[in-house]
């Protein structure tokens, strides 16, 4: 079984900026992508940021625009910048059991093996 678990949520204002992390641990002996995705109230899961099971090829979602990075190493992180209310909602983690590349794969929530509880963003203006 393998578990996932988000820390680094929180409230700030517009502009500032906030590190989530995702800690894996369980049968990690596969070799797993790591995506980030967001759900506001009443919308469906976005893909914001994907990673590559070694850590050196990264995917965004559109409205990133640069704010955010994307890292790994036994856990992965999202460095979130310029930070707007529109980022508002809830982040999960996501590991996707692959060492295969691309985008459409990547930003497809259905595919993903293991997902974490979510940690809260919130954005004020």
């Known amino acids: 079984q393998v578990r996932l678990v988000e820390s680094g949520g929180g409230a700030v204002q517009a502009g500032g900026s906030l590190r989530l992390s995702c800690v894996i641990s369980?049968?990690?002996?596969?070799?797993?992508?790591m995506s980030w995705f967001r759900q506001a109230p009443g919308e469906e899961r976005e893909f914001v940021a994907g990673i590559n099971w070694t850590g050196d090829v990264a995917y965004y979602g559109d409205f990133v625009k640069g704010r955010f990075t994307i890292s790994r190493d036994a856990a992965a992180y999202l460095q979130m910048n310029s930070l707007k209310p529109e980022d508002t909602g809830v982040y999960f983690c996501a590991a996707l059991g692959t060492k295969s590349y691309g985008l459409d794969l990547f930003k497809y929530p259905g595919g993903y093996n293991y997902w974490g509880q979510g940690t809260q963003v919130t954005v004020s203006s």
């Open positions: 369980g049968r990690t002996s596969r070799s797993f992508a």
